[in-house]
Nanobody, 123 residues
Framework: QVQLVESGGGSVQAGGSLRLSCAASGYLYSSYCMGWYRQYPGKQREGVAAIDSDGSTSYADSVKGRFTIRKDNAKNTVILQMNSLHPEDTAMYYC?????????????????WGKGTLVTISS
């Protein structure tokens, strides 16, 4: 059974940085697309960044140049490094595992979600 556990959320001031981690277990981690999504209150989840099994990445326009997604295959962990944070980045952030990277950015065929970690950016 696939399990994803996020960590690293918190509160920082605008312009600051946070690093989110997603620890994966229960499946062949390296063969999956891994994605980070965020959700604002009352809104649908939206893709923030995703990384495919071959290392290909995709980012939402709103975070390009500020966020970086990478995999640590030795630790079965996907990391989202978030720099130059804006108040509008405040949201619940979720990790997901799926089959393949698609535009969005997103992972097609998501079969697991983490429980989320809250990111709060103050102005």
């Amino acid at each position: 059974q696939v399990q994803l556990v996020e960590s690293g959320g918190g509160s920082v001031q605008a312009g600051g940085s946070l690093r989110l981690s997603c620890a994966a277990s229960g499946y062949l981690y390296s063969s999956y697309c891994m994605g980070w999504y965020r959700q604002y209150p009352g809104k649908q989840r939206e893709g923030v960044a995703a990384i495919d099994s071959d290392g290909s990445t995709s980012y939402a326009d709103s975070v390009k140049g500020r966020f970086t997604i990478r995999k640590d295959n030795a630790k079965n962990t996907v990391i989202l490094q978030m720099n130059s944070l804006h108040p509008e980045d405040t949201a619940m952030y979720y990790c997901a595992a799926g089959d393949t990277l698609v535009p969005g950015p997103a992972c097609y065929g998501i079969n697991a979600w983490g429980k989320g970690t809250l990111v709060t950016i103050s102005s």
